[in-house]
């Protein structure tokens, strides 16, 4: 395989990482292969091709649709078992119980299940569980009260794969049990009805990628054929509109961070026209109290609107989201958005803080040199246990290897991990719960959850340690920036981002396009609220872009940043239009600068 050409001649950036071109010699020879076939600038066939798109399938990539991406649900193991004890449920009018995990991807998800279902002539019971109080998953507390209220079918959402003892328990309660997920599952799976899970062993339908709400999706898709079929449909109570949920599906895509190929892609995709038409009362107020300018984008479903949704389950009532998902009230949906929004901005403090004692004792385990361990645990008395996979997620960028908050209630710790590509930390997790030294915990690869007592804490470190020092210290010396073109501030015009935005929607798995701007000049720098770092860069025809760092602001970009003050330098990021106050310009987000070779 060839390795790929530096890019500028970088080889250790602000970051520490080299550029390198984003295409091989093959890769460069399929954009110009899409360029001449389809007519389109190099720079977008260059985007193209290194998304793995050929010059067959670039009409698909830039249209992706729904209906050409989403084979039949029935490939996916116990869907159609889901779909019968579902089907009967609505054609016989009994008491649906809908259990959702308390995340974006579970309020997206219960609420798509609850308003087809209620679509359907049914009215059914929802639950969201207390972060802090019942933790995550099904448990036998809710299970009781649900069956006491009268529900005889329950369906878990976003969780349930793991839950053997409790689900196992269900029966005896009178309540059959459907799991709706997609987290990784162990071999043995829960005694319940059906688990519909493209992550369980034995399914070969490779939509692993999903997230719950796009399962949840398709598990809708196919009782509504069952129902059609069943003539329950009538007049009086018309077919929905399967479409209209997808906006909830894309929510719940970006905010949990699966790969936006394929199917996702689709949704995604299909799911922002849907938003923008604002007619969801809860995503329209949550667009509004977010101060969104313009159409919503993946960006603002990730860092806008998903957090907000998040807020609740974190730091406040776990149910807030989806009650704003599923109102048709105006007015309540302004309630519920205003709450969400300050609820978010109290979870913002609560990070801050938590943040700083994480890397202080981050910096303490690592050392000087940041060389100690090949994955970063963090433990803290006190700690909000709502925040911690945030903790981790800023862990794991501050410091490039995985990451654990833990947040200790005496001697009981609830945390949460964040990996780097390549180290799945969901699969060392699940052996650390079958070895005994955790109480508790799944996840994926990405990201996982725990529980732990404080007496087998370093033992838990010694088992990361043991299992993914290897796995850490390769994907490590594999860091690097994929550099997609090179272009000037002068070229940097809303109608290129536009045209980009063609690849789009951008995400895991389809990243935003890295742009290189070489040997710019930085003729302003300053700090902004929020430790984020503003620029402006100079082209050498005297062309300006306004620029921004993400809290890089004491950070390696940001020293290079403000160290080069009227010095050029190679700058790499992404373009951006940003919208305010009805006028649109070109902001690039810088990811990492670099000095020039020679200088």
């Keep these: 395989m060839e390795r790929r050409r530096l890019f500028l001649g970088i080889e250790t950036s602000a970051l520490g990482r080299a550029w390198r071109d984003r295409l091989d010699e093959p890769g460069r020879a399929q954009a110009l292969a899409i360029a001449q076939t389809h007519g389109l600038p190099d720079i977008l066939a260059r985007v193209l091709a290194g998304r793995g798109v050929t010059a067959d399938t670039t009409e698909a990539f830039l249209d992706p649709t729904i209906r050409e991406a989403m084979p039949d649900p029935s490939v996916l193991t116990d869907m159609d078992r889901a779909v019968e004890r579902l089907a009967k449920a609505v054609l016989t ?5 809908i259990f959702g995990d308390y995340d974006v991807d579970g309020a997206a998800s219960s609420a798509v299940l609850a308003l087809f279902l209620r679509a359907a002539g049914l009215d059914p019971f929802l639950h ?119 906006d ?60 907000r949704i998040n807020a609740g389950g974190r730091i406040g009532d776990a149910a807030l989201g989806l009650r704003l998902l599923m109102t048709e009230d105006t007015l309540e949906a302004g309630r519920l958005a205003a709450d969400l929004d300050r609820l978010n901005r109290e979870r913002q403090v609560v990070e801050m803080g938590t943040v700083a004692e994480a890397e202080a004792e ?31 997620s800023r862990l794991k960028e501050r410091f490039k290897r995985p990451a654990f908050a833990i947040a200790f209630t005496g001697d009981t710790g609830t945390g949460s991990g964040r990996s780097l590509p390549g180290v799945d930390l969901g699969a060392a997790v699940r052996r650390a719960v079958a070895s005994g030294i955790l109480a508790k915990g799944g996840g994926h690869a990405m990201a996982a959850g725990i529980t732990v007592q404080r007496e087998r804490l370093a033992e838990f470190r010694a088992f990361l340690e043991a299992h993914l020092a290897e796995a850490v210290s390769r994907a490590r010396r594999e860091d690097m920036l994929l550099v997609d073109a090179a272009t000037t501030a002068g070229a940097l015009t809303t109608e290129l981002v536009s045209m980009l935005d063609r690849a789009g929607p951008f995400g895991t798995g389809n990243p935003e396009p890295i742009l290189a701007l070489p040997s710019h000049t930085l003729v302003h720098v300053d700090e902004l609220a929020g430790a984020h770092v503003r620029a402006r860069l100079r082209s050498g025809d005297g062309k ?7 809290r890089a602001a004491g950070q390696p970009l940001g020293q290079m940043l403000a160290a080069n003050r009227g010095r050029p330098l190679h700058v790499a990021g992404c373009a951006a239009i940003n919208r305010w106050q009805g006028q649109e310009r070109v902001q690039f987000r810088m990811t990492d600068a670099a000095v020039p070779p020679g200088l």
């Design 362 to 392: 981050a910096l303490a385990a690592l050392g000087p040199l940041e060389e100690g361990a090949a994955v970063v645990v963090t433990a803290g008395n006190g700690w909000h246990a709502g925040v911690v996979g945030l903790v981790a």
């Design 128 to 246: 969201i569980p207390d972060r802090i109080f019942e933790g995550y998953g099904p448990n036998a507390e809710a299970l009781r009260q649900l069956a006491g209220r009268g529900a005889t079918l329950l369906v878990t959402l976003d969780c349930g794969t793991t839950s053997h003892q409790v689900l196992g328990e269900a029966g005896a309660l009178g309540l059959d049990v459907v799991v709706c997920d997609h987290h990784q599952a162990d071999e043995t799976l829960p005694a319940v009805e059906a688990v519909v899970n493209p992550n369980r062993q034995d399914d070969l339908s490779g939509l692993g990628q999903l997230c719950a709400a796009g399962v949840t999706f398709m598990l809708v898709v196919a009782l509504n054929r069952h129902l059609r079929g069943k003539g329950h449909w009538t007049t009086a109570r018309p077919e929905p509109d399967l479409m209209g949920l997808v």
């Design 544 to 550: 300006t872009v306004d620029a921004i760092a993400f």
């Design 248 to 307: 909830l599906v894309a929510l719940g895509t970006v905010a949990d961070v699966v790969p936006l190929t394929g199917l996702n892609r689709a949704f995604v995709a299909r799911g922002l026209v849907v938003m923008r038409r604002r007619e969801n009362a809860g995503l329209r107020a949550l667009m509004d109290v977010a101060r969104l300018d313009g159409p919503p984008t993946p960006y603002h479903l990730g860092f806008l609107l998903g957090p």
């Design 93 to 97: 009018g009994e008491q649906v119980a």
